[in-house]
């Protein structure tokens, strides 16, 4: 079968009309997919399609691969993060060090279900633990119709057709990655799709045991909405969710972190909130 020179520019973009092209119509396309299925038949779908094809992802340092899966019915592809490794010390390249350092695919996991608690599942991709070759690994959903990331947004200085829900969904990254300590929250790991929506992936190196914030300036505002669910969080209900995947003193961190962001945001009062809107 020919393929057009459109047709390879496409897939190279992303949208994953090569698969589609080879497989025939039977089967939805990767974007049909992401639109008609609910969060919990994504997570079904990354514990049991057929891997059929796979591939190094391009960007990333955690040897992250880029898999297609296929149930026979239609096709997605996802990332396969394998990492799992922990040091008594860290030695950063900047010549910082870190106690009890942790590199896990399990925290993509916890960051997943924590964002589910959290109402913020429309801005992180489903995370589930399944075997890869054997190994323990995290299988991502893999975020569809990317325009870009925020290395790239910022590189070449493009703006938001929308600045205020740009804004808006930025203060939620912010707010996310002090509640769970994000030590590499690098601008690869923010993903634009096409309706200028930010995708928070990659959250292999979180959920330290600190009980201080890592970066209190980057607290902005918040949304209502994320702040009265951050309230409700507990000890019992965390480890209900989050376990195996963090440890008793990880999560008794993420609580820490917690109470210390809504003392933050309760001292800054009304001006400080707002009500970010649904994503269309």
């Given at each position: 079968m020919r393929?057009?020179?459109q047709?390879l520019?496409?897939?190279?973009?992303?949208?994953?009309?090569?698969p589609?092209?080879?497989?025939?119509?039977?089967r939805?396309?990767a974007?049909d997919?992401?639109?008609s299925?609910?969060s919990?038949q994504?997570?079904?779908f990354?514990?049991?399609?057929?891997?059929?094809?796979e591939?190094?992802?391009?960007?990333?340092?955690?040897?992250?691969l880029?898999?297609t899966?296929?149930?026979?019915?239609?096709?997605?592809?996802?990332?396969?993060?394998?990492?799992?490794?922990s040091?008594?010390?860290?030695?950063a390249q900047?010549?910082t060090?870190?106690f009890?350092?942790?590199?896990?695919?399990?925290?993509?996991?916890a960051?997943?279900?924590l964002a589910?608690?959290?109402?913020?599942?429309?801005m992180?991709p489903?995370s589930?633990?399944?075997?890869?070759?054997?190994?323990?690994?995290?299988f991502?959903?893999?975020?569809?119709?990317?325009?870009?990331d925020e290395?790239?947004?910022?590189?070449?200085?493009?703006s938001?057709p929308n600045?205020?829900?740009?804004?808006?969904e930025?203060y939620v990254?912010?707010?996310?990655?002090?509640?769970?300590f994000?030590t590499d929250r690098?601008?690869?790991n923010?993903?634009?799709d096409?309706?200028?929506?930010?995708?928070?992936?990659?959250?292999s190196?979180?959920?330290?045991m600190r009980?201080d914030?890592?970066e209190s300036?980057n607290l902005v505002?918040?949304?209502?909405?994320?702040?009265a669910?951050m309230?409700?969080?507990d000890?019992?209900t965390?480890?209900?969710?989050?376990?195996p995947?963090?440890?008793?003193?990880e999560?008794?961190?993420?609580l820490?972190r917690?109470d210390?962001?809504?003392?933050?945001?309760?001292a800054k009062?009304?001006s400080?909130?707002y009500?970010?809107?649904?994503r269309?």
């Amino acid at each position: 079968m020919r393929i057009s020179r459109q047709g390879l520019r496409l897939a190279a973009a992303g949208t994953l009309l090569l698969p589609a092209l080879v497989w025939g119509p039977a089967r939805l396309r990767a974007a049909d997919a992401g639109q008609s299925l609910t969060s919990e038949q994504k997570e079904e779908f990354l514990r049991n399609a057929h891997i059929e094809q796979e591939k190094d992802a391009k960007k990333g340092v955690t040897q992250t691969l880029r898999i297609t899966l296929s149930d026979g019915k239609m096709t997605h592809d996802a990332s396969v993060q394998r990492i799992n490794e922990s040091k008594a010390v860290f030695q950063a390249q900047d010549g910082t060090s870190e106690f009890n350092f942790k590199d896990t695919y399990k925290f993509n996991i916890a960051a997943w279900k924590l964002a589910r608690l959290l109402g913020i599942d429309d801005m992180t991709p489903p995370s589930v633990e399944r075997k890869y070759r054997g190994d323990p690994a995290a299988f991502t959903w893999w975020v569809d119709d990317v325009l870009m990331d925020e290395e790239t947004r910022s590189k070449q200085k493009a703006s938001a057709p929308n600045t205020d829900a740009w804004n808006q969904e930025m203060y939620v990254v912010r707010v996310f990655d002090q509640l769970i300590f994000n030590t590499d929250r690098n601008l690869t790991n923010l993903l634009i799709d096409k309706q200028w929506h930010i995708w928070m992936i990659d959250h292999s190196r979180a959920f330290r045991m600190r009980h201080d914030l890592r970066e209190s300036k980057n607290l902005v505002q918040c949304d209502r909405n994320l702040l009265a669910k951050m309230k409700t969080l507990d000890q019992a209900t965390l480890k209900k969710e989050l376990t195996p995947y963090l440890n008793g003193e990880e999560i008794k961190g993420l609580l820490a972190r917690r109470d210390a962001i809504v003392k933050f945001f309760e001292a800054k009062g009304e001006s400080a909130l707002y009500n970010r809107p649904p994503r269309t």
